[in-house]
């Protein structure tokens, strides 16, 4: 496993932190990209390891969609034959299913022209996965599946982002031994501070048991709430023990993100980042946070990827795209 590449695992032992949410909406702005915030697209994988399925369900994923899921690539003989790319939704299918979602909840409305994607893939999930974590345990090296399925298309992908369940078992296990990174979520409640400590002994015994690359990415403050004393005290809390592993934008607790799922699209395709639209400002500004937290990590190590999006471009003669390459 290559131990610079973006490959980030979304992860809370507590549930209702929005750790989908934020997973979702993370993945789709650093590959939408948004040149004013000085965000590149970027070709990106999302893997749904919740056997809930909400991260598929967050672009209108029909869960009755006859496709292979995450179950299946796990499921399979650890033979070395494995080709994750037939696993995979693409840019095309997700914008169909987000449109008809759409269209299906908002009948008198025309679909907006910006509920598309373009470089977004989607290993999706559904509820057979939830049978996964009793069928892994008697399988060879069961806490790496994942790790192993996802060794031969690493570099076709920018960023790699796994939603997890809210526990640690073998499948957060599993994408936690695939990632270089995690990102946790924190929920601006009082168990939320609680349930920290235990998180961080769970990451520490990962590094030491499985995943010695697995390191922390950041923190993210979610369901803020303004006028709260509460929400107030927890963050600041937090900022306390982190310090700066913590992202300085805070995701509030607001309606319009509750109901993006309904809509069948993350609230950064269905709502312009402005003020008016704080929640899809806010993740926004969270990925901008977050493709400059990958640059620094980068400039740490010392290693400056090539753009999967641009090399393929080049691949392609795409004129543009050379250009664009030779002016930089």
Not at 13 to 35: D, F, M, Y
Not at 36 to 56: E, F, H, R, T, W
Not at 113 to 124: D, Q, T
Not at 132 to 160: C, Q, S, W, Y
Request: net charge neutral.
């Amino acid at each position: 496993m290559d131990p610079y590449k973006t490959i980030i695992s979304c992860t809370n032992q507590k549930g209702g932190c929005a750790k989908t949410t934020t997973a979702v909406n993370l993945a789709t702005a650093l590959a939408e990209g948004n040149p004013s915030m000085g965000i590149p697209p970027a070709k990106v994988l999302l893997i749904d390891l919740d056997p809930q399925g909400n991260a598929s369900t967050s672009f209108g994923v029909d869960k009755r969609l006859d496709v292979p899921t995450v179950y299946d690539l796990l499921m399979q003989p650890s033979d070395g034959t494995l080709n994750v790319h037939d696993y995979l939704i693409g840019p095309e299918i997700l914008t169909d299913e987000m449109q008809r979602a759409f269209k299906n909840m908002n009948q008198d409305s025309r679909v907006p022209p910006r509920l598309k994607v373009e470089n977004l893939y989607l290993l999706p999930s559904n509820i057979r996965l939830s049978g996964a974590e009793i069928e892994l345990a008697t399988k060879l090296g069961r806490e790496t599946r994942l790790r192993e399925a996802l060794a031969p298309v690493m570099n076709d992908f920018d960023h790699i982002i796994i939603d997890t369940p809210p526990s640690l078992g073998l499948l957060t296990i599993n994408a936690l031994a695939a990632s270089n990174w995690i990102l946790v979520p924190v929920q601006a409640e009082y168990y939320a501070l609680e349930g920290m400590s235990q998180l961080m002994n769970s990451i520490r015994l990962i590094q030491k048991r499985v995943n010695n690359h697995l390191k922390l990415f950041g923190i993210a403050v979610t369901m803020y709430t303004p006028q709260s004393k509460l929400s107030a005290f927890v963050e600041g809390e937090v900022r306390k023990h982190f310090g700066e592993d913590v992202f300085q934008t805070v995701i509030p607790r607001l309606m319009a993100i509750a109901e993006a799922p309904k809509d069948g699209a993350p609230v950064v395709l269905l709502k312009r980042p402005t003020k008016r639209n704080k929640g899809s400002k806010q993740y926004w500004g969270l990925a901008k946070e977050a493709h400059q937290r990958i640059l620094a990590r980068r400039a740490e190590y010392g290693i400056n990827p090539e753009s999967v999006l641009r090399r393929e471009a080049i691949e392609r003669g795409d004129p543009e795209h050379i250009w664009d390459d030779i002016e930089d």
